[in-house]
């Protein structure tokens, strides 16, 4: 994570740092895709994602060039996460998760508290659900889980969302007890997207283990939120579908 001089893909060397890389997304940018962007992200008065601010750059685009801002020091890091622009802080997480996954145990320990000291700028699902996982639970693979404990009990919506998907990390290894505690605690939660994120992760644990998402299930179907449940069993057939909707509420 030292300072270190970058290419573009004209062969440009460049210092990677925040700076350079706004000026980067901002050749990119689309008023088109922009206004798109704003809609489906929800960012009108009273949505979970008023006043966010988009420049118009795809996904696709933005890992292209997260790729030449791969060895961008975890200072400029933290400034380009603190950004107004939404595509600015997408680029810094895949660039995090990158460098998380060629990392060793003290730069990893370094990231995962960069990452959890700044969770008020990692403010959209799609912000969370890139990072999430391959940080916080990969972090926490082989140590204590009660930073999501404390995650869920959360007021800010987005940092429930970090300690359910970060879950996914565990359930693809196999080890499905904590989702299934965080999605019990997440039962009552109001919020849509928290619905959407524990059924979704509730699926991928049957996946792997339909017994153990069925035993949820069949504890919890009769309370838990319409949306939620359909996400849980979506793979399922028709028939077994309509056996869970009809024991809801």
């Known amino acids: 994570m030292n300072h270190a001089s970058s290419k573009l893909h004209g062969g440009e060397v460049f210092e990677p740092t925040a700076q350079v890389a706004h000026k980067r997304l901002k050749s990119l940018g689309s008023s088109e895709i922009a206004i798109h962007s704003q809609r489906f992200f929800k960012t009108g008065p009273g949505d979970y994602g008023e006043g966010d601010v988009f420049i118009g750059v795809r996904v696709p685009v933005i890992r292209k060039v997260a790729k030449e801002f791969r060895d961008l020091p975890l200072n400029e890091f933290e400034n380009l996460l603190r950004s107004d622009i939404h595509e600015e802080r997408l680029l810094a997480l895949v660039i995090l998760v990158s460098q998380f996954k060629k990392s060793d145990g003290p730069v990893r320990r370094r990231i995962y508290d960069v990452y959890l000291g700044n969770t008020e700028h990692i403010n959209n699902w799609d912000l969370v659900d890139v990072s999430a996982p391959q940080i916080v639970g990969a972090y926490l693979e082989d140590r204590s889980r009660r930073p999501l404990y404390r995650l869920v009990k959360s007021s800010s919506l987005w940092e429930r969302r970090i300690a359910?998907?970060?879950?996914?990390?565990?359930?693809?290894?196999?080890?499905?007890?904590?989702?299934?505690?965080?999605?019990?605690?997440?039962?009552?939660?109001?919020?849509?997207?928290?619905?959407?994120?524990?059924?979704?992760?509730?699926?991928?644990?049957?996946?792997?283990?339909?017994?153990?998402?069925?035993?949820?299930?069949?504890?919890?179907?009769?309370?838990?939120?319409?949306?939620?449940?359909?996400?849980?069993?979506?793979?399922?057939?028709?028939?077994?579908?309509?056996?869970?909707?009809?024991?809801?509420?």
């Open 164 to 249: 359910i998907l970060a879950t996914f990390h565990f359930i693809r290894q196999s080890d499905f007890d904590d989702t299934i505690r965080i999605s019990t605690m997440l039962i009552k939660d109001k919020e849509d997207l928290i619905h959407k994120a524990v059924g979704w992760m509730l699926r991928e644990v049957g996946k792997r283990d339909l017994s153990t998402e069925e035993a949820f299930l069949n504890e919890h179907a009769a309370t838990l939120p319409r949306t939620m449940l359909r996400y849980a069993i979506e793979k399922f057939s028709k028939q077994k579908r309509r056996r869970y909707i009809d024991w809801s509420v």
